[in-house]
């Protein structure tokens, strides 16, 4: 099956600051989503990106499917940000993998 | 009121126990899938089924059951708890359509204790 690789693994920002997170994956992919999981554990769509970029508000992504590999852009970073963010991929099976996660934690 | 649902939220149970957990969504999505989630570990596939009568096995089914009773309806049972199956577990819905596009929809999960 597809591998899916997340980095960094942890990230502590200062409110305001901005980050990158990123996800590998292995072979091509017909989906792509990123996923917030908040502090109580809720798993929070952010996007469905295959390809191409999107943007909601201070957060983007953009996935390079040649390349394989997409990022999800945070920018002003605030404490509602904290939790985990999750990269799912699916490839021609339609079968989802997750990543094993970024975990974020923003400071006042 | 939730699109998908799960029940129970908390449940702690003993070893050999039988155990369900159940989910049911009105989002009208025929895909339906079961994940558990460990510390560090993101979410693994137990079970998923496209259709009412497709079932099948995910990463880590076993000592894991399903029953797709409807489309709306996707239980997943533990036919004899033991303490690693501690987890919390996660039901999602996903809106496969031909022309493109799946996205997952979770439940809020269900938190189990084997003790």
């Known amino acids: 099956g597809i591998q899916v690789e997340q980095s960094p693994p942890d990230l502590i920002l200062q409110e305001g600051a901005n980050s990158t997170l990123r996800c590998n994956f292995s072979d091509s992919v017909n989906n792509l989503q990123w996923f917030h999981q908040n502090p109580w554990g809720q798993l929070i769509n952010l996007f469905y990106?295959?390809?191409g970029t999107k943007q909601n508000g201070r957060l983007s992504a953009t996935t390079v499917a040649t390349e394989r590999y997409s990022l999800l852009y945070i920018s002003s970073s605030q404490t509602t940000d904290s939790g985990v963010y999750f990269c799912?991929?699916?490839?021609?099976?339609?079968?989802?993998?997750f990543g094993r996660g970024t975990s974020l934690i923003v400071h006042p | 009121d939730a699109d998908v649902t799960q029940t129970p939220r908390n449940r702690i149970t003993k070893t050999g126990k039988r155990i369900m957990l159940e989910c049911s969504q009105t989002?009208?999505?025929?895909?339906m899938y079961w994940y558990r989630q460990d510390p560090g570990l993101g979410l693994r596939l137990i079970y998923y089924?496209?259709?009412?009568?497709?079932?099948n096995k995910g990463e880590i089914s076993d000592g894991y059951s399903v029953s797709r009773q409807a489309q709306a309806k996707f239980s997943l049972s533990l036919e004899s708890a033991i303490p690693n199956q501690t987890a919390l577990y996660f039901c999602?819905?996903?809106?496969?359509?031909?022309?493109?596009?799946?996205?997952?929809?979770f439940g809020p999960g269900t938190r189990l204790t084997v003790l």
């Open positions: 799912a991929v699916e490839g021609g099976s339609y079968i989802p993998t």
């Open positions: 999602a819905t996903s809106d496969f359509k031909a022309s493109g596009g799946d996205t997952q929809y």
């Open positions: 089924s496209f259709d009412v009568k497709d079932i």
């Open positions: 989002k009208g999505h025929d895909r």
């Open positions: 990106i295959p390809s």
